[in-house]
């Protein structure tokens, strides 16, 4: 049953398409992005970013920088801004911090997507999950410093993230919730990249953002 106070905003999905791929494997011409891991994918202007829950219920972290200049990166305040909502979907653009577009989102079958949180790092497992008593846990933070750090992009350059298919909303207190991704096996958001970029992509590490289970995340560039 949704909750009284939650926002519903109205969103045009895209119509489902199949998906081969499975928890055995991504589909052909698909790259899978192991559970708790990232990946670099180039990106030419005009070519699209195709993201794909294999499995369900599963966060994908989307961080993209500018190939001409590094210092260029996704800013999620300014996303917000200029499109005046935070529930972006099909349509809407992905803004840069110096206010240029990055990226169109162009194909949207959840319509469910955060840019509140920043990624998750080990102080958030230290902080937020004090079961694991300071072990050292994956984190997207550190899986997207590991991939963006070889082409330039130092960490305190990675700020907010498009938590893909996160399903994070606030109650009329203010008090921020976490449910589980709504996402089924197959569910896709694509976008395409309106500058050269390098984006940064993780399979969310966080177990509380992914309801219990961390799973893959299949991808694969087109054009």
Same mark, same amino acid.
């Given at each position: 049953?949704?909750?009284?106070?939650?926002?519903?905003p109205v969103r045009d999905l895209s119509p489902a398409r199949p998906y081969d791929g499975?928890?055995?494997?991504?589909?052909?011409?698909?790259?899978?992005?192991?559970?708790?891991?990232?990946?670099?994918?180039?990106?030419?202007?005009?070519?699209?970013?195709?993201?794909?829950?294999?499995?369900?219920?599963?966060?994908?972290?989307? !961080?993209?920088?500018?190939?001409?200049?590094?210092?260029?990166?996704?800013?999620?305040?300014?996303? @917000?801004?200029y499109n005046n909502t935070l529930y972006v979907s099909v349509g809407s653009k992905l803004?840069?911090?110096?206010?240029?577009?990055?990226?169109?989102?162009?194909?949207?079958?959840?319509?469910?997507?955060?840019?509140?949180?920043?990624?998750?790092?080990?102080?958030?497992?230290?902080?937020? !999950?004090?079961?694991?008593?300071?072990?050292?846990?994956?984190?997207?933070?550190?899986?997207?410093?590991?991939?963006?750090?070889? @082409?330039? @992009?130092?960490?305190?350059?990675?700020?907010?993230?498009?938590?893909?298919?996160?399903?994070?909303?606030?109650?009329?207190?203010?008090?921020?919730?976490?449910?589980?991704?709504?996402?089924?096996?197959?569910?896709?958001?694509?976008?395409?990249?309106?500058?050269?970029?390098?984006?940064?992509?993780?399979?969310?590490?966080?177990?509380?953002?992914?309801?219990?289970?961390?799973?893959?995340?299949?991808?694969?560039?087109?054009?």
């Amino acid at each position: 049953m949704t909750h009284p106070d939650r926002p519903q905003p109205v969103r045009d999905l895209s119509p489902a398409r199949p998906y081969d791929g499975g928890p055995d494997g991504p589909a052909p011409g698909w790259t899978r992005i192991p559970p708790q891991t990232g990946l670099l994918v180039e990106l030419a202007p005009g070519q699209l970013l195709e993201i794909v829950d294999p499995c369900g219920e599963q966060v994908s972290d989307l !961080y993209l920088v500018s190939r001409n200049d590094v210092e260029e990166c996704f800013s999620a305040g300014r996303t @917000v801004d200029y499109n005046n909502t935070l529930y972006v979907s099909v349509g809407s653009k992905l803004w840069s911090n110096r206010s240029a577009v990055m990226a169109s989102i162009v194909e949207d079958t959840v319509g469910v997507h955060d840019m509140t949180l920043t990624p998750c790092s080990q102080e958030t497992f230290d902080i937020l !999950y004090p079961e694991f008593e300071g072990a050292p846990h994956p984190s997207c933070f550190g899986n997207l410093c590991g991939v963006l750090g070889p @082409v330039g @992009v130092s960490p305190d350059r990675i700020g907010t993230t498009l938590n893909v298919f996160m399903d994070v909303w606030t109650d009329r207190t203010g008090e921020l919730h976490i449910d589980p991704p709504p996402t089924r096996p197959g569910d896709i958001f694509a976008i395409r990249a309106e500058m050269p970029l390098f984006a940064g992509i993780t399979a969310c590490s966080a177990e509380k953002s992914n309801n219990g289970t961390c799973k893959p995340i299949d991808v694969r560039v087109v054009g």
